[in-house]
Nanobody, 122 residues
Framework: QVNFVEIGGTTVQTGGSLRLSCRVS???????MGWFRQAPLNEREGVAT??????TYADSVKGRFTISQDNAKNTLYLAMNDLKPEDTAMYYC??????????????????WGQGTQVTVSA
């Protein structure tokens, strides 16, 4: 069992920055960690993943978002810059066993948190 508590979501203006945090607990060995998001009426979209320092990103966020983790604090981060209205969504941190990548963090996620809302105003 892996548990998550996400914080940091809020409303920001277009072009602004935000950092989401996700406190992770439980047995994480073998799991790839990441973030996915879901906007109303849209499907889930994998945003970023990290596995032993290796990262992947969705094309829509490359160059703007950075995923990182602090193992000493059991915390996963998502730094978001140059935010756009299309980034508006509920953001979830998640874990997928074995195979990593932004596709698998959605298709194969075993655990995810309750989400934190990010709203980017035009």
């Amino acid at each position: 069992q892996v548990n998550f508590v996400e914080i940091g979501g809020t409303t920001v203006q277009t072009g602004g920055s935000l950092r989401l945090s996700c406190r992770v607990s439980g047995e994480t060995y073998g799991f790839c960690m990441g973030w996915f998001r879901q906007a109303p009426l849209n499907e889930r979209e994998g945003v970023a993943t990290i596995d032993n320092g290796a990262t992947t990103y969705a094309d829509s966020v490359k160059g703007r978002f950075t995923i990182s983790q602090d193992n000493a604090k059991n915390t996963l981060y998502l730094a978001m810059n140059d935010l756009k209205p299309e980034d508006t969504a509920m953001y979830y941190c998640a874990a997928v066993y074995g195979r990593c990548g932004v596709y698998n963090i959605v298709a194969g996620a075993s655990y995810w948190g309750q989400g934190t809302q990010v709203t980017v105003s035009a």
